[in-house]
T-cell receptor
Framework: AQTVTQSQPEMSVQEAETVTLSCTYD???????LFWYKQPPSRQMILVIR??????QNATENRFSVNFQKAAKSFSLKISDSQLGDAAMYFC???????FGAGTRLTVKP | DGGITQSPKYLFRKEGQNVTLSCEQN?????MYWYRQDPGQGLRLIYY???????QKGDIAEGYSVSREKKESFPLTVTSAQKNPTAFYLC????????????FGPGTRLTVT
């Protein structure tokens, strides 16, 4: 079975600083999509960013960007200029198989 | 507004009772999914459906059942056979199975005592 691993159960960042959340995955496919979802205390799952595996360019969405290393099967999320509203659980997802990582709880300190 | 609705937000049941969780979408999506979320375990797939009258088991289907009689609706029944039903349940949909990007409802917290 394909797996998605988030090795950091908790992370903390100072407001306005940058933080990187890690994710590795396992797949034998060559074409796939990867996603980062945010789950704030309301528990609503919000799509943050997506990456198509065939694209070499890393995806960016405003303050959110990814570092996609296909050969290493690594898909990290970088949050720049962290804001208090970024505090949430973050899930990495390989949705070809409908699989999610266990999540990383991000705390933002004022 | 287009979106996914789940009701109710909180649900309480006695052990031994079946309970049905509602999920409705007006996004005109073909594919729908049910996930279970427990603390520290991320989301685990219970069932998914790629089209009306068709659905497939996910990783943890035992003790659950679903139906897909309408494109918009994908209700989940938690049966008395589910050994540990207390959890947060999330419904999601996508354009189809190949579109992969999933949109989520607000979830239902089920507590069984």
């Amino acid at each position: 079975a394909q797996t998605v691993t988030q090795s950091q159960p908790e992370m903390s960042v100072q407001e306005a600083e940058t933080v990187t959340l890690s994710c590795t995955y396992d797949t034998s496919e060559s074409d796939y999509y990867l996603f980062w979802y945010k789950q704030p205390p309301s528990r609503q799952m919000i799509l943050v960013i997506r990456q198509e595996a065939y694209k070499q360019q890393n995806a960016t969405e405003n303050r959110f960007s990814v570092n996609f290393q296909k050969a290493a099967k690594s898909f990290s999320l970088k949050i720049s200029d962290s804001q208090l509203g970024d505090a949430a659980m973050y899930f990495c997802a390989y949705l070809n198989d409908m699989r999610f990582g266990a999540g990383t709880r991000l705390t933002v300190k004022p | 507004d287009g979106g996914i609705t789940q009701s109710p937000k909180y649900l309480f049941r006695k052990e031994g009772q079946n309970v049905t969780l509602s999920c409705e979408q007006n996004l005109n999506h073909d594919a729908m999914y049910w996930y279970r979320q427990d603390p520290g375990q991320g989301l685990r797939l219970i069932y998914y459906s790629q089209i009306v009258n068709d659905f497939q088991k996910g990783d943890i289907a035992e003790g659950y059942s679903v139906s897909r009689e309408k494109k918009e609706s994908f209700p989940l029944t938690v049966t008395s056979a589910q050994k540990n039903p207390t959890a947060f349940y999330l419904c999601a949909s996508s354009i189809d199975l190949t579109a992969y990007e999933q949109y989520f409802g607000p979830g239902t917290r089920l507590t069984v005592t």
